[in-house]
């Protein structure tokens, strides 16, 4: 199947600083990634989707100016967490969606762990 | 708003008997779901998937069943192993390919 790298896996930032989480389509072109939030127990919770080569399209209540997204390739898109805090602190994860010839798929990163004292 | 949700937020079985895992979902226009399986500190895992033409499908040890009458879907693991034991996620891919998901269902195997 399809590769998606997520990097960091884990990372702890202290409070008012940024941290950039990057996703990447190893083996496959992703016109479109979507990135995840989840809280312990809960579901995956959307975030954003990011298009290649144009804005990212937010969820309601997820600020953009907090959250920056840029998908400038085919293969990466980042997500940058703005002046973190503590209840930026969670499971993010990433998924690239592979096109082929009849179906698309959804290929998920490993997830990176937010922590933010 | 639409969502996917799941009836059990944990499910405990006997390493060798069989597992149901149960999800019901709201949009009546999904056509497409999947059902996926997580691990502690990692991303999901695509499982099964089934389109809404269809009302079963087996893969190995697994079978996801669609009943659209009643909005509901499930996933049966046979002869449950402690590899099993996960959080498992079923997900309506809507319009645009994006995922809903459920709330999750772990799933704890005992030996």
């Known amino acids: 199947g399809a590769v998606v790298s997520q990097h960091p896996s884990r990372v702890i930032c202290k409070s008012g600083t940024s941290v950039k989480i990057e996703c990447r389509s190893l083996?496959?072109?992703?016109?479109?990634m979507f990135w995840y939030r989840q809280f312990p127990k809960q579901s995956l919770m959307l975030m954003a989707t990011?298009?290649?080569?144009?804005?990212?399209?937010?969820e309601q209540g997820v600020e953009k100016d907090k959250f920056l997204i840029n998908h400038a390739s085919l293969t990466l898109s980042t997500l940058t967490v703005t002046s973190a805090h503590p209840e930026d602190s969670s499971f993010y994860i990433c998924s690239a969606v592979k096109t082929g010839r009849f179906d698309t798929e959804a290929f998920f990163g490993q997830g990176t762990r937010l922590t933010v004292v | 708003g639409e969502s996917v949700g799941l009836h059990l937020p944990t499910l405990s079985v006997q390493e060798g008997d069989n597992s149901i895992i149960n999800c019901a979902y709201s949009?009546?226009?999904?056509?497409?779901f999947i059902w996926y399986k997580q691990e502690s500190g990692k991303g999901p895992q695509f499982i099964i998937d089934i389109r809404s033409n269809m009302d079963k499908r087996q893969g190995q040890r697994v079978t996801v069943l669609l009943n659209k009458t009643v909005k509901h879907l499930s996933l049966q693991i046979a002869a449950t192993q402690p590899g099993d034991s996960a959080v498992y996620f079923c997900?309506?891919?809507?319009?645009?390919?994006?995922?809903?998901f459920g709330g999750g269902t772990r799933l704890m195997v005992k030996p």
């Open positions: 997900a309506e891919n809507n319009a645009g390919n994006m995922l809903t």
């Open positions: 949009n009546s226009a999904s056509d497409y």
């Open positions: 990011s298009n290649e080569g144009s804005k990212a399209t937010y």
């Open positions: 083996d496959f072109q992703a016109t479109t």
